[in-house]
């Protein structure tokens, strides 16, 4: 036996047929229904999920073709196939009138048990095959949502740092380029800070490479917290140096932000001893703003920055230099 049932719906008014009829399909792979009137049959239509319907032509108060009418004006119910049991004669008219109502074939009285049995299997057939290819259908939907959500995981995955979680340096190429273009189509302020962290080397040389990223990490985290709004972005650019991006910011809101990562990695007080001042890790920072325009070299205002940047450092470190940028 299947693992699929076909339901189907036996239509007659008379009780003693509805019995012959059941007898006749009760081995047979499908779950039976039975109705002794068109409008017990559109009841049960409407509530159980019905793959076929034998329907009797000549029934009163409403005919097998009336039900089939109703049936095919109904979204539920229009793409049931119907088999027609009928002891009418054979006239064309009646024939064509059936198939106009959807009818999938034809069954006349008095029934033969074995052409009804071997009609109505080769529709349980086809009902099997359709369960089977929907099921399938639906398990390879279910696939490719999977596939879909491994495939956005990898994507992220490729834009994050594996050691801070921020974003990397790829993942800050395709943020600098979105931001860009709309900077430029909105003709608004776009910033950028460079940042690095003061004589790293010396304390990975201090106090090792594990402890050294025990700092990065502390580090970008602390610049993560530093970023008040959801769309300013920072990113490891590579080994100790950062990058953030604040769309929509003057030079004075770009400084301010700069200024305030300054302070929370001061305060953060991670013991440096090679560090020439404070005995502790510190930053320093380059900042830039433009107005981008067409023709502007963006990968320019990567450079301003990073020379403000080591401006700062040459100046004693743990401090904040500004750049310019017209094109």
Same mark, same amino acid.
């Given at each position: 036996?299947?693992?699929?049932?076909?339901?189907?719906?036996? &239509?007659?008014?008379?009780?003693?047929?509805?019995?012959? @009829?059941?007898?006749?399909?009760?081995?047979?792979?499908?779950? &039976?229904?039975?109705?002794?009137?068109?409008?017990?049959?559109?009841?049960?239509?409407?509530?159980?999920?019905?793959?076929?319907?034998?329907?009797?032509?000549?029934?009163?108060?409403?005919?097998?073709?009336?039900?089939?009418?109703?049936?095919?004006?109904?979204?539920?119910?229009?793409?049931?196939?119907?088999?027609?049991?009928?002891?009418?004669?054979?006239?064309?008219?009646?024939?064509?009138?059936?198939?106009?109502?959807?009818?999938?074939?034809?069954?006349?009285?008095?029934?033969?048990?074995?052409?009804?049995?071997?009609?109505?299997?080769?529709?349980?057939?086809?009902?099997?095959?359709?369960?089977? %290819?929907?099921?399938?259908?639906?398990?390879?939907?279910?696939? !490719?949502?999977?596939?879909?959500?491994?495939?956005?995981?990898?994507?992220?995955?490729?834009?994050?740092?594996?050691?801070?979680?921020?974003?990397?340096?790829?993942?800050?190429?395709?943020?600098? +380029?979105?931001?860009?273009?709309?900077?430029?189509?909105?003709?608004?302020?776009?910033?950028?800070?460079? !940042?690095? !962290?003061?004589?790293?080397?010396?304390?990975?040389?201090?106090?090792? +490479? &594990?402890?050294?990223?025990?700092?990065?990490?502390?580090?970008?985290?602390?610049?993560?917290?530093?970023?008040?709004?959801?769309?300013?972005?920072?990113?490891?650019?590579?080994?100790?140096?950062?990058?953030?991006?604040?769309?929509?910011?003057?030079?004075?809101?770009? @400084?301010?932000?700069?200024?305030?990562?300054?302070?929370?990695?001061?305060?953060?007080?991670?013991?440096?001893?090679?560090?020439?001042?404070?005995? +502790?890790?510190?930053?320093?920072?380059?900042?830039?703003?433009?107005?981008?325009? %067409?023709?502007?070299?963006?990968?320019?205002?990567? +450079?301003?920055?990073?020379?403000?940047?080591?401006?700062?450092?040459?100046?004693?470190?743990?401090?904040?230099?500004?750049?310019?940028?017209?094109?």
């Amino acid at each position: 036996m299947s693992d699929y049932i076909t339901k189907m719906l036996i &239509v007659d008014d008379i009780e003693a047929n509805l019995v012959a @009829l059941k007898a006749i399909l009760k081995s047979e792979n499908a779950q &039976v229904f039975a109705a002794n009137s068109g409008n017990q049959a559109l009841k049960i239509l409407l509530e159980k999920q019905i793959d076929i319907v034998l329907l009797d032509v000549q029934m009163p108060n409403m005919n097998g073709f009336e039900v089939a009418e109703l049936m095919r004006s109904n979204t539920r119910t229009k793409d049931i196939p119907i088999i027609f049991v009928t002891a009418i004669n054979k006239e064309e008219k009646n024939i064509f009138r059936g198939y106009e109502l959807g009818a999938v074939d034809y069954i006349y009285k008095p029934i033969n048990n074995e052409i009804l049995k071997s009609k109505v299997n080769v529709f349980i057939r086809l009902n099997e095959q359709k369960q089977i %290819i929907e099921a399938k259908t639906e398990a390879l939907k279910e696939k !490719i949502e999977l596939l879909e959500i491994a495939e956005k995981k990898l994507s992220q995955l490729a834009r994050i740092d594996d050691l801070t979680g921020i974003l990397n340096r790829r993942g800050f190429e395709e943020e600098f +380029h979105r931001e860009w273009s709309r900077a430029i189509i909105y003709r608004s302020f776009f910033s950028l800070i460079m !940042i690095d !962290i003061d004589d790293f080397k010396m304390y990975n040389d201090t106090y090792g +490479h &594990v402890e050294g990223d025990k700092c990065l990490i502390q580090v970008a985290k602390t610049f993560e917290k530093s970023l008040r709004r959801p769309f300013d972005e920072v990113a490891r650019y590579g080994g100790e140096e950062f990058v953030v991006l604040l769309p929509e910011t003057d030079e004075n809101g770009a @400084l301010l932000v700069a200024e305030n990562i300054r302070k929370s990695i001061e305060a953060l007080k991670i013991k440096n001893q090679e560090a020439p001042v404070l005995g +502790h890790v510190t930053v320093s920072l380059g900042v830039i703003t433009t107005i981008p325009r %067409i023709g502007q070299d963006k990968e320019e205002l990567l +450079h301003r920055a990073d020379q403000a940047l080591y401006q700062a450092k040459d100046n004693g470190k743990n401090q904040v230099g500004l750049a310019s940028f017209e094109a």
